[in-house]
């Protein structure tokens, strides 16, 4: 079966893109300016990020604010409330009935071992459903059974399926470590050809900014990308099949839902993806001087300082001219959140651009 919504096709390729993105104000923004030639290319993967001290229904008045707007430029995103799970199934079911009703052309998410969210998702499954396959599962050797009982035990036929290998953080493996890994993982998938989409996730960006000194700048390697890049794409005709790639753009998968501003500290910092590394760009604690004042001058040091060279120009991307701006006193663009937008814009336009531009088939 063909899966088609208001005349969208729900299937897409290797060529495509799929960002893991944390359902915050930042990231909800970025999507809507990417620019329009990119976004058939893109399909965002939402996460519910975990709830703290608000009521559950507060929660995701916050998370829904925007979300439907960021999500109507794409064909279709996919939406996961696995970060919510403390909540119990009511939350996952909230979650998909308020994205019905908001409109949104969604994929629910839910797993092989997944207990709150899966009687929900498949309760939402008129796009059909993702199945997001976990580190856990695949050290446990539970994929290769699991997947095909999953799928008997509910009555799903693998083309309404997109499966997601994800490989969750890779941030402290070296790239041939991250491949050999994929290989591995994607080993243990049944019948590769029959998905609907298949997908390998994983996120090579570092939880924090520790290993940076302050007022300086690092480098570090965008290995799940080089990864995929050397060794699935330029073994595409001789694997079973090349599955789309899939990160976590400039967050790492534990997200900020922890950090507490009123006693932790956070230094100005900027993320800027270049092709093989991303550029991290530090100033110092926001509690000595403020963030106002501290990302226009990093911003200078991107657009016009020393490390001008690794800047992409400020008509790249939307992100790219805000920096710029920025740099030039513009205002409103010296807070943390901001450049979180800017920085994710900047990575996705890249990301996908690198992927259009390579040889296909």
Not at 82 to 97: K, L, M, S, Y
Not at 171 to 176: N, P
Not at 276 to 283: P, V
Not at 293 to 308: E, K, N, R, S
């Amino acid at each position: 079966m063909e899966y088609y919504s208001r005349g969208r096709s729900l299937k897409f390729g290797a060529d495509h893109y799929v960002p893991v993105l944390k359902v915050k104000r930042g990231e909800k923004k970025a999507l809507q300016a990417i620019a329009p030639p990119l976004r058939s290319r893109i399909t965002p993967l939402f996460e519910i990020v975990q709830r703290k001290e608000k009521t559950l229904s507060a929660h995701l008045d916050t998370a829904f604010k925007g979300l439907a707007d960021a999500a109507r430029p794409y064909r279709r995103c996919f939406l996961d409330t696995r970060e919510i799970e403390p909540d119990g199934q009511a939350a996952a079911t909230e979650v998909f009935e308020r994205a019905d009703a908001a409109g949104m052309i969604f994929t629910p998410v839910t797993g092989l071992t997944r207990t709150t969210d899966t009687a929900a998702a498949l309760a939402h499954q008129s796009n059909g459903i993702a199945i997001r396959l976990t580190r856990a599962e695949f050290e446990a050797g539970r994929i290769a059974r699991g997947l095909p009982e999953f799928l008997t035990n509910h009555d799903l036929g693998d083309a309404e399926v997109d499966l997601i290998v994800d490989l969750g953080a890779v941030d402290q493996l070296v790239t041939q470590g991250v491949a050999n890994f994929a290989d591995s993982f994607l080993a243990d998938v049944p019948d590769q050809r029959r998905w609907r989409t298949l997908t390998l996730s994983a996120c090579a960006f570092p939880i924090g900014m520790g290993g940076v000194e302050t007022n300086s700048h690092a480098f570090v390697e965008r290995c799940e990308w080089q990864a995929w890049r050397a060794s699935l794409f330029a073994n595409r005709r001789t694997i079973v099949r090349l599955p789309t790639f899939s990160d976590c753009a400039i967050q790492h998968p534990s997200g900020v839902e922890d950090f507490d501003p009123r006693i932790m500290q956070v230094s100005a910092a900027v993320r800027y993806a270049l092709s093989e590394k991303w550029l991290i760009i530090k100033g110092e604690s926001t509690r000595s001087v403020p963030p106002s004042q501290q990302f226009p001058q990093l911003a200078t040091q991107l657009t016009y300082g020393h490390l001008l060279p690794y800047f992409a120009g400020p008509t790249h991307c939307d992100g790219c001219g805000s920096m710029k701006a920025a740099a030039d006193g513009a205002p409103g663009l010296g807070s943390p959140e901001v450049w979180r937008r800017l920085g994710t814009i900047h990575h996705l336009t890249r990301t996908a651009e690198e992927l259009a531009s390579l040889p296909w088939p």
